[in-house]
Nanobody
């Protein structure tokens, strides 16, 4: 089992940047988990943003953030990051980190992840 805590959210103007962090704790090694970022805007379903393999060597992004967001992880620090550049108002959402220990590959569906953080709000104004 793993506990996840997001931080780094806030309010920023369009074109700005934010860096989200997801700190993991628990008995199982952080490097055992595929990690992902998801977001949920007002009245919307939770949607995939990015995912990263256990080693950090492979990543996948939603088309809407490709080229603007970068996912990374530091297994020695039990932490995952999401660097968000060129932010747009449509990026406004609660951002969640998630962990999956069981599956191979880079899952993009929220239902495939076993553990979730509480979320951090990102607001982008025009």
């Amino acid at each position: 089992q793993v506990q996840l805590v997001e931080s780094g959210g806030g309010s920023v103007q369009a074109g700005g940047s934010l860096r989200l962090s997801c700190a993991a704790s628990g008995r199982t090694s952080f490097s055992s988990y595929v990690m992902g970022w998801f977001r949920q805007g007002p009245g919307a379903e939770r949607e995939f943003v990015a995912t990263i393999s256990r080693s950090g060597g492979s990543t996948s992004y939603a088309d809407s953030v490709k080229g603007r967001f970068t996912i990374s992880r530091d297994n020695a620090k039990n932490t995952m990051y999401l660097q968000m550049n060129s932010l747009k108002p449509e990026d406004t959402a609660v951002y969640y980190c998630a962990a999956d220990r069981q599956r191979l590959g880079l899952p993009t569906r929220p239902g495939l992840y076993d553990y979730w953080g509480q979320g951090t709000q990102v607001t982008v104004s025009s």
